[in-house]
């Protein structure tokens, strides 16, 4: 089974438009990290937000935004006031902790999905 | 700035040629980097884990005498693709994470086209 699913192959939005991008998990680790990277056609990854497992509150930086639902085991990142700067590869990665040793810290992908923003 | 390096950002080369890419930590010491390889489109495909002083630990159906992986500092890692040929031009793209520190840093990329 996929650890992570992002079922939006592409996206648009409209400049100064919010958008969600869903990702979806699996896991049975109680310790767990989620993560989402942005990556534009130059290819090189950046990072955006994290949200750990045992975290009370939903992850926020900038216009960035985590809505962790655990019970459904979904970590959608929201866009608020897209730019058309935004658009993007958007990818949603999972760390798993209880693998420990020389692995810690391996990160699983999701599919990615494109994000266009137009004017 | 980038806390990541990574060099090459990309390579041109003839079938059979062996091709090193670096990777370091600029300002803190990594003891666990990462080698990932992207094709177009496609998500980041886990190679390898590298950890400082001892052998790479590699994912399923990654050839390891194909794809050499050194990390012989805190600061630097190599990835050496050996006798390339067409199929391993690629997106290769590394990361690090600080020692007990989250999340991972990556490098440009390297964008590797073999002829």
């Known amino acids: 089974a996929q650890k992570i699913t992002q079922t939006q192959p592409g996206m648009f939005v409209q400049e100064k438009e919010a958008v969600t991008l869903d990702c979806t998990y699996d896991t049975s680790d109680p310790s767990y990290g989620l993560f989402w990277y942005k990556q534009p056609s130059s290819g090189e990854m950046i990072f955006l937000i994290y949200q750990g497992s045992y975290d009370q509150q939903n992850a926020t930086e900038g216009r960035y935004s985590l809505n962790f639902q655990k019970a459904r085991k979904s970590a959608n990142l929201v866009i608020s006031a897209s730019q058309l700067g935004d658009s993007a590869m958007y990818f949603c990665?999972?760390?798993?902790?209880?693998?420990?040793?020389?692995?810690?810290?391996?990160?699983?992908f999701g599919q990615g999905t494109i994000l266009t923003v137009h004017p | 700035g980038a806390v990541v390096s990574q060099h090459p950002s990309w390579v041109i080369c003839k079938s059979g040629t062996s091709v090193k890419i670096e990777c370091r930590s600029l300002?803190?010491?990594?003891?666990?980097m990462f080698w990932y390889r992207q094709f177009p489109k496609q998500s980041l495909m886990l190679m390898a884990t590298?950890?400082?002083?001892?052998?790479?630990?590699?994912e399923q159906g990654v050839e390891k005498d194909k794809f050499l992986i050194n990390h012989a500092s805190l600061t630097l890692s190599t990835l050496t693709v050996t006798s390339a040929h067409p199929e391993d031009s690629s997106f290769y793209i590394c990361?690090?994470?600080?020692?007990?520190?989250?999340?991972?840093?990556f490098g440009d990329g390297t964008r590797l086209s073999i002829l």
């Open positions: 990361s690090a994470i600080r020692q007990g520190g989250q999340p991972q840093h």
């Open positions: 590298s950890n400082e002083g001892s052998k790479a630990t590699y």
């Open positions: 300002d803190f010491q990594a003891t666990t």
């Open positions: 990665a999972m760390r798993e902790d209880s693998g420990g040793g020389t692995s810690y810290g391996k990160l699983t």
